[in-house]
């Protein structure tokens, strides 16, 4: 299904910060993910500070914010050019399928092309099936898997519980 004529994807503004909090929320919601709220005031402010690498372009239709993308640009030891991170991508629920994904990606691309990076790639969570279908039509699947250990004393304690809890409840839950 097409997206609505009024779709524009644009760098986030100061002005979209109480709308931007409600994405942000489901997107943490939806990795049953609570970040404090100095974390999330430290990423907004580090995307309007020319020294971050660390951006955020939303989806707008007549005004209101319908999805959000932040990326970030690393070093790669075999690539001469950046690497363009995705890390989170969350379109709002009674939009979903109509295009507004595919578009933050394809924003993305063409941002990263612009400053010259040489991959972009991103994660999902192997029960994120509904993400894999429209990944599988933007990207190639590479089959690297991700492992990690949690460092800072927050994590470590669980309060953020991420993929583990996710995937043991929808193991439950399948
Ligand atoms: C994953 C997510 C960002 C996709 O956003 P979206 O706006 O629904 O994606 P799109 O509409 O651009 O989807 C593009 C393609 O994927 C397919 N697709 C997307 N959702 C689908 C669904 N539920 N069922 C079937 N196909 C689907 C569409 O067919 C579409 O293909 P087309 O453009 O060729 O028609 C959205 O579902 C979301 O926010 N989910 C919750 C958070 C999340 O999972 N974020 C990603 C974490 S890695």
Redesign the pocket.
């Known amino acids: 299904?097409a997206?609505g004529r009024g779709l524009v994807v644009r760098p986030v503004r100061r002005s979209d910060r109480e709308q931007w909090d409600a994405l942000w929320r489901?997107?943490n919601d939806?990795?049953e993910q609570r970040l404090p709220k100095k974390i999330s005031d430290t990423t907004w402010d580090r995307f309007f500070d020319a020294r971050e690498p660390v951006y955020a372009l939303v989806a707008t239709e007549d005004g209101r914010l319908i999805?959000l993308v932040h990326y970030l640009f690393h070093r790669s030891t075999s690539l001469v050019g950046p690497t363009c991170y995705l890390q989170?991508?969350?379109?709002?629920?009674d939009?979903?399928?109509?295009?507004?994904?595919?578009?933050?990606?394809e924003a993305v691309y063409a941002r990263a092309r612009g400053r010259g990076a040489e991959r972009l790639y991103?994660?999902?969570?192997r029960t994120?099936v509904?993400?894999m279908?429209?990944?599988d039509?933007?990207a190639v699947n590479s089959g690297f898997v991700v492992y990690r250990r949690d460092m800072s004393p927050r994590t470590r304690q669980g309060r953020t519980r991420g993929a583990a809890t996710l995937s043991r409840r929808r193991a439950r839950s399948s």
């Open positions: 299904m997206v489901g997107y939806f990795y999805g989170d991508l969350f379109t709002a629920k939009v979903r399928g109509k295009g507004v994904g595919r578009a933050l990606i991103w994660q999902t969570h994120n509904t993400a279908r429209l990944y039509k933007v």
